[in-house]
C-alpha cells in the first residue's frame, strides 16, 4: 500500500519539490501551508509520515509537534523536521517535542527519501511477538500497546521500541552505541544524543505511574531497566 506523506511547508516552491521525489519513491503526498490546514487534513485522512517545517506562518513547527504530541490521533504518527536550524540545541530542542528525526536544509530529495524510509521502517518494523511484563509495565507485542499498573500508555514509536527492548533485556547495561545499534538499527545514522533525548521521553512517559525510575542511567556505561524495590 502507498504511504501517504503529508507536507507542512509555506514555501511552494519546497513542497513542490518534495511532492514530486515522493511519487518517485512510490508514495502519496499530501499538503499543508500551515498548522491549521496541518490538522484539517489529519482530521480527514492520518498520514503514515508528517514532514514537518520549523517556520511554520502563525504557529510555528515546533509548537505544531507539540501539539500533535499531546492529541490523540496523531500521537503516533512519525515526524521528520525540515529544518535550517542546525544548532545542537535546536535538534535537541525538536526532539523532546517529539520529532523522531530532522533534515537540515539545504537538503537533497534523495536523502530526504531515505530518512523517511528509515524512520518508516523504525516506527512501523515492531519486533515485538508476545507480552512482557516486568515491575507494573505490560508491552503487549502483538497489539502493540503498553500499560502501566494495568491502565493503558500513550507512547510514541520510539519509545515503544526503547522500552520493549529494555522489557526483554532487564537489568542488563547498554550504552548509547548498542542502544541506538539495537533500537534504531546499524544502517542508520542518528547522534547519541539523540538516545539521552528519548530515555528522557520515556521517563516522562512513565512519570504518572511512579514508574520512571525503573529506567535507570548508569554512569559512564549507559541505562538498563530494572524492576523498583
Not at 520529532?99 to 536544509?105: A, L
Request: charged fraction near 30%; hydrophobic fraction near 40%; glycine fraction near 8%.
Amino acid at each position: 500500500m502507498q504511504k501517504r506523506i503529508l507536507i507542512v511547508e509555506d514555501e511552494v516552491s519546497i513542497r513542490d519539490m518534495v511532492a514530486f521525489a515522493l511519487r518517485k519513491a512510490g508514495m502519496d503526498a499530501i499538503h499543508a501551508g500551515d498548522a491549521r490546514e496541518a490538522q484539517l487534513a489529519i482530521s480527514e485522512q492520518v498520514p503514515d509520515l508528517i514532514l514537518l517545517d520549523w517556520m511554520l506562518p502563525g504557529s510555528s513547527g515546533l509548537e505544531l509537534a507539540r501539539r500533535l504530541r499531546r492529541e490523540e490521533l496523531s500521537r503516533e504518527i512519525p515526524i521528520i523536521m525540515l529544518t535550517a536550524r542546525g544548532e545542537e540545541m535546536d535538534r535537541v530542542n525538536g526532539l523532546e517535542a517529539g520529532v523522531d528525526d530532522y533534515v537540515v536544509k539545504p537538503f537533497s530529495t534523495r536523502e530526504l527519501i531515505a530518512r523517511i524510509k528509515a524512520v518508516l521502517r523504525r516506527s512501523q518494523g515492531d519486533d515485538g511477538s508476545g507480552v512482557v511484563e516486568l515491575g507494573g509495565i505490560r508491552v503487549d507485542g502483538p497489539a502493540h500497546r503498553v500499560f502501566a499498573r494495568d491502565q493503558p500508555v500513550a507512547i510514541g514509536p520510539t519509545e515503544y521500541r526503547l522500552l520493549y527492548f529494555f522489557m526483554t533485556h532487564p537489568e542488563r547495561v547498554y550504552s548509547r552505541a548498542q542502544l541506538l545499534d539495537h533500537v534504531w538499527g546499524g544502517s542508520v545514522y542518528v547522534e547519541e544524543r539523540t538516545v539521552d533525548v528519548h530515555i528522557r521521553r520515556l521517563r516522562k512517559t512513565l512519570e504518572p505511574w511512579k514508574l520512571e525510575d525503573m529506567i535507570q542511567t548508569v554512569r559512564g556505561a549507559g541505562y538498563r531497566l530494572s524492576e523498583l524495590d
